[in-house]
């Protein structure tokens, strides 16, 4: 099992960015579909972005616009590049990845997004 860990987080005022970075600890192979997902206090965990080992992405409609996903297959790294912050996407972010349908790590502490004046 891969080990992931999330980094990036923090207080932001409404209107700022943030990155996060994601590094696994071993390569990311090409059946790996990486992502962000978040979860916010009383609520379930949901999909934020998605992207294959050959960069093709998805995003949640909620981010659509504002969020970037990205991936560098050669660093084993999957960074979310996030604009245009709103307090609604206050939660914690985790990242993870998938392969024929299985998660390729158990969810780990995440990073902290806070979106406040």
């Known amino acids: 099992q891969v080990q992931l860990v999330e980094s990036g987080g923090g207080l932001v005022q409404p209107g700022g960015s943030l990155r996060l970075s994601c590094v696994a600890s071993?390569?990311?192979?090409?059946?790996?579909?990486m992502g962000w997902y978040r979860q916010a206090p009383g609520k379930q965990r949901d999909m934020v972005a998605t992207?294959?080992?050959?960069?093709?992405?998805n995003y949640a409609d909620s981010v659509k616009g504002r969020f970037t996903i990205s991936r560098d297959n050669a660093k084993n790294t999957v960074n979310l590049q996030m604009n245009s912050l709103q307090p609604e996407d206050t939660a914690v972010y985790y990242c993870?990845?998938?392969?024929?349908?299985?998660?390729?790590?158990?969810w780990g502490q995440g990073t902290q997004v806070t979106v406040s004046s």
């Open positions: 993870n990845g998938r392969r024929a349908g299985t998660w390729l790590s158990s």
């Open positions: 071993r390569s990311i192979f090409s059946g790996d579909t």
């Open positions: 992207i294959t080992y050959s960069h093709y992405t």
